[in-house]
């Protein structure tokens, strides 16, 4: 599968954005799908993560209450809604793919992903 992540900007602290991961080559409902995000000079960090069915979500416990993650599966098409946007949350942010069986330490280690998008940078002025 190949995906390709969008939507990122330039905004001011507390502004919205939706970051979208079209997925093609094949149907994303064959996968757990998740966001990392990379601030400079930082690891890849988990984000979110929603299972095959596109019910089950979890997210980091930074953008808990904040981000909503979501796919459509019929489209082919993963979402991260970002509200409340705050300067830490600059960071370039990728999607990501995982065919194994997701556990609660395997969605958040970036190593259990097998395919990733290219990444779209978010940055949040204060």
């Known amino acids: 599968v190949q995906l390709q992540a969008s939507g990122g900007g330039l905004v001011t602290a507390g502004d919205s954005l939706r970051l979208s991961c079209a997925a093609s080559g094949r149907t994303l409902s064959s996968y757990t799908t998740g966001w990392f995000r990379q601030a400079p000079g930082k690891e890849r960090e988990f984000v979110a993560v929603v299972t095959r069915s596109g019910i089950g979500t979890y997210y980091s416990d930074s953008v808990k209450g904040r981000f909503t993650i979501s796919r459509d599966n019929a489209g082919n098409t993963m979402y991260l809604q970002m509200n409340s946007l705050k300067p830490e949350d600059t960071a370039v942010y990728y999607c990501?793919?995982?065919?194994?069986?997701?556990?609660?330490?395997?969605?958040?280690?970036?190593?259990?992903?097998?395919?990733w998008g290219q990444g779209t940078q978010v940055t949040v002025s204060s």
């Open positions: 990501a793919a995982m065919t194994r069986l997701m556990t609660m330490t395997t969605m958040r280690a970036a190593g259990s992903y097998d395919y």
